[in-house]
């Protein structure tokens, strides 16, 4: 089983500069969010929501994967051995487990929510847009997948990381604050990736090309708790820092498919983390797709964050 790092950062009050390894929390499953539409029985390799290590785009600022060299040794072992179990090669989505039929053929069947590991802690519980609490996320899937079909199970989606709670409604200036933050995040993000990265291939060169920009800039606002009309001040007076860390989070998060657009599951990793700790996220979102056809295009995402029309540019997406 593969270990996800995810990096919860505290966007409002204090915790705001870049991400520190202490805040990290280890967990065993990527969030996923089902797709609005309902999908066809799928023997196809998994969506993945997280970047591969030394992937040519880099790595998600809220995800960084471990353990590569024992997923390769599994693949070795399952390619040699196919012959006997053909569940082995089959890859069934989240909520779903490989059986073999009659024929001797891998089918994906849901589940049973029984038979998924027990959740270490609290952190590992997941929050449904049923505001109901699952032990992890694969009794959460496991109970989706058991909803299949039914109108129920067809909006039930993974809201958020962590067990419900009252999340306070946002409120429209908050709403207008949100983006500074978030912003100013993102840039802070990609600088603590440049000066970790030294052999860590955590940026691509082209990446660092435009990061060591950014970081050598004198001018540059230094992490750390900031007034929101400071952030405001410097997101005039320094506009162009902002530029590449807004393409790139898009970069990170566009994956399945590379299209130019983010769907519900795509927005996931950054999402479902964020959720519990900045009571604006859903509603940021929801903004961010101005024209409502469910996907966030790059043009509606870097609007999203005040850039100007004419900076939007998809070749920036590295
Ligand atoms: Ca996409
Ligand atoms: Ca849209």
């Known amino acids: 089983m593969r270990v996800w790092i995810i990096f919860l950062l505290c966007l409002s009050g204090k915790a705001l500069a870049a991400p520190m390894e202490d805040d990290a929390i280890v967990v065993e499953e990527e ?8 999908v066809e029985e799928e023997p196809v390799m998994e969506e993945e929501v997280v970047i591969e290590q030394g992937d040519e785009v880099g790595v998600n600022p809220v995800q960084v994967e471990t353990g590569e060299e024992e997923a390769f040794d599994e693949a070795i072992d399952a390619e040699e051995v196919i012959t006997e179990n ?12 490989c059986e073999v039929d009659d024929t001797n053929a891998p089918i994906c069947v849901c589940q049973d929510p029984t038979t998924c590991p027990a959740a ?3 952190f590992e519980h997941v929050c449904g847009t049923d505001n109901k609490t699952y032990d992890s996320s694969c009794h959460f899937f496991a109970t989706k997948c058991a909803l299949e079909g039914t109108k129920k ?3 039930l989606h993974l809201d958020y990381i962590g067990p419900c709670k009252y999340i306070a409604p946002c409120e429209e200036n908050e709403l207008k604050e949100f983006p500074l933050r978030m912003r100013d995040w993102l840039k802070n993000v990609l600088v603590t990736l440049y000066e970790r990265d030294e052999d860590n291939n955590l940026l691509t060169e082209k990446q660092k090309l435009r990061v060591k920009k950014i970081y050598e800039n004198e001018k540059r606002l230094q992490a750390g708790e900031h007034s929101l009309d400071l952030l405001a001040l410097d997101f005039e007076k320094n506009y162009n820092m902002y530029i590449f860390p807004v393409h790139w989070q ?3 998060l566009d994956q399945h498919p590379v299209d130019g657009y983010l769907t519900h599951t795509e927005l996931a990793p950054l999402r479902a983390p964020l959720i519990p700790m900045e009571h604006c996220t859903t509603n940021f979102f929801e903004m961010c797709d101005a024209d409502s056809d469910k996907y966030i295009a790059l043009e509606e995402w870097a609007q999203c964050f005040g850039l100007k029309e004419q900076d939007v540019d998809k070749d920036m997406v590295i």
Do not use: A, I, R, T
């Not at 969030?31 to 309902?38: M, W």
């Not at 569940?87 to 779903?96: Q, T």
């Open 31 to 38: 969030p996923v969010v089902e797709e609005e539409l309902p």
């Open 86 to 97: 053909p569940c082995l090669n089959h890859h069934c989505k989240k909520g779903k487990v």
């Open 120 to 122: 270490v802690g609290e």
């Open 153 to 155: 199970g067809h909006k």
């Open 250 to 252: 898009f970069g990170q």
